[in-house]
């Protein structure tokens, strides 16, 4: 693949994304994107992006950094995006703070997409005890039943324990609905994360069923004199066929806080708990 992309003339900038791969994978990865003489962003989520820096290879800790340096080097611009401080998600997390009620005390993640999952993990457990997932990594704990949410609970509903006979979420939503109005059941839940991604292949609209759940988990919650905090983010552009700006429009009027980006979202839900 990677000779494809440096022989052709189209490719200005390179991204690779992957989680940390065994060091002499790495390093292979690494010789082959260094002879490939363009310049080559690298995000292996988890492991420290200056120590990949060096050459034509520019480092990035997050998916989204790694998006905005893509961008910058292909403009011939400086490659010197970070993504938000907790300080900034600290600010956005105290006026949503305000809706909760003492018992509601944990986040639950439905991701459609395993890398923002794996992402979210990755940055969750430095700042949340006791996180439980079916893709545990680091820190995290295993899920002992994945249809059932323990404490903070962020799930990949794309993964082959929930796709099995069944369209992965990204393009059919139902299973995702029906968790989330199980997560707006239980007292404790206090934010759902949400992953909503466009591009083809995905679902036509998925902000139009997402809302419907999320209209119907906000009834339910209500009735119990609870409101729970939906924390969400696009993963698209307006050149997408289902249009990114129709797309926010939709989640914003159920009252869907929209983030920038997958890390952004998870800063603020985690400074929200934390």
Do not use: W
């Given at each position: ?24 994978v790495a390093d292979k990865v690494l010789s082959a994107a260094k002879a490939s003489g363009k310049p080559v962003v690298v995000c292996f989520l988890g492991a420290d992006a200056k120590g990949l820096e060096g050459g034509n290879i520019t480092g ?96 990949d509903l794309g993964d082959d324990d929930f796709t099995h006979g069944k369209p992965h979420p990204m393009i059919d939503p139902s299973q995702r609905n029906d968790r989330l109005l199980q997560e707006a059941n239980d007292p404790e839940t206090a ?84």
């Amino acid at each position: 693949g990677h000779k494809a992309l440096t022989n052709d003339a189209e490719t200005k900038v390179i991204v690779l994304v992957s989680k940390p791969p065994a060091k002499e994978v790495a390093d292979k990865v690494l010789s082959a994107a260094k002879a490939s003489g363009k310049p080559v962003v690298v995000c292996f989520l988890g492991a420290d992006a200056k120590g990949l820096e060096g050459g034509n290879i520019t480092g990035a800790n997050t998916l989204e950094e790694a998006a905005h340096k893509a961008v910058a080097l292909v403009k011939g611009q400086k490659a010197d995006f970070t993504s938000i401080s907790m300080t900034e998600a600290g600010k956005e997390a105290t006026v949503l703070r305000q809706s909760l009620k003492a018992g509601q005390k944990y986040i639950r993640g439905l991701y459609s997409g395993g890398t923002f999952c794996y992402e979210a993990l990755l940055s969750l457990q430095t700042v949340l005890p006791d996180i439980s997932s079916n893709i545990p990594t680091g820190r995290v704990k295993k899920l002992e039943n994945i249809y059932k949410s323990l404490g903070h609970t962020v799930i990949d509903l794309g993964d082959d324990d929930f796709t099995h006979g069944k369209p992965h979420p990204m393009i059919d939503p139902s299973q995702r609905n029906d968790r989330l109005l199980q997560e707006a059941n239980d007292p404790e839940t206090a934010v759902i994360l949400l992953d909503v991604v466009i591009g083809y292949g995905a679902n036509p609209d998925p902000a139009a069923e997402l809302s419907e759940a999320i209209r119907q988990a906000h009834e339910a919650a209500h009735k119990n004199g609870r409101h729970i905090v939906f924390i969400g983010f696009i993963c698209g552009t307006d050149k997408d066929p289902q249009g990114f700006v129709t797309q926010k429009k939709k989640l914003e009027n159920v009252g869907v806080y929209i983030c920038k980006s997958n890390i952004h979202a998870v800063a603020v839900a985690g400074a929200i708990l934390s």
